[in-house]
């Protein structure tokens, strides 16, 4: 059967999803599998320090033991500048964001990442800090590059979303 996208959600639901190319992606990771190394969904959102709830830290990684191409691939948001997230809205250019993947049968694979595009976005739709939830919705073209200036393949990736609680956490299934 085929995976369907999670709805969108506000509720802390530990959620998480999007279409590459046209297609579902969501993670499966089983936990006999974690050993080499992967993951199903991890994530670090937490105070960015110990004096108030806000700025919050951001870092999320899912991650699917087969369900592209070749084999596993993985999304990576970490929050790349010190500033932390105040609160809703497009957060893109504070996030280093990536996607790596098993592209061909031997094995090798590719990482994309974000470019430039205007269309490119990464939006916080909630923080509640009171019931420790955090959620939202992105889009964005990536690109793999062989050299610098060499696109190697890109994705497009549509209907993200995503809804999670604030803590330190890490799943896979049983």
């Not at 691939?73 to 504070?94: A, E, L």
């Not at 916080?124 to 889009?139: A, H, L, M, P, Y």
């Not at 190697?152 to 809804?163: K, L, P, Q």
Request: glycine share 10%.
């Amino acid at each position: 059967m085929s995976p369907s996208l999670p709805p969108v959600t506000e509720t802390g639901a530990n959620t998480f999803g999007c279409k590459i190319n046209g297609k579902v992606w969501v993670p499966y990771y089983p936990c006999t599998d974690i050993n080499t190394g992967g993951t199903q969904i991890r994530y670090n959102i937490a105070p960015l320090n110990s004096n108030s709830i806000l700025p919050i830290k951001f870092s999320l990684i899912a991650g699917n033991v087969n369900q592209y191409k070749y084999g596993p691939s993985f999304f990576n948001f970490i929050q790349g500048t010190s500033g932390g997230i105040t609160g809703p809205g497009d957060i893109k250019d504070s996030l280093l964001i990536s996607f790596n993947a098993t592209t061909d049968p031997s094995g090798q694979g590719l990482e994309y990442d974000q470019s430039g595009s205007s269309s490119n976005s990464f939006q916080i739709t909630k923080i509640d800090t009171v019931n420790g939830i955090v959620s939202g919705v992105f889009q964005f073209t990536m690109y793999a590059y062989t050299t610098p200036n060499a696109i190697a393949d890109s994705i497009s990736v549509t209907e993200g979303r995503f809804d999670v609680r604030i803590a330190n956490y890490s799943y896979c299934s049983h």
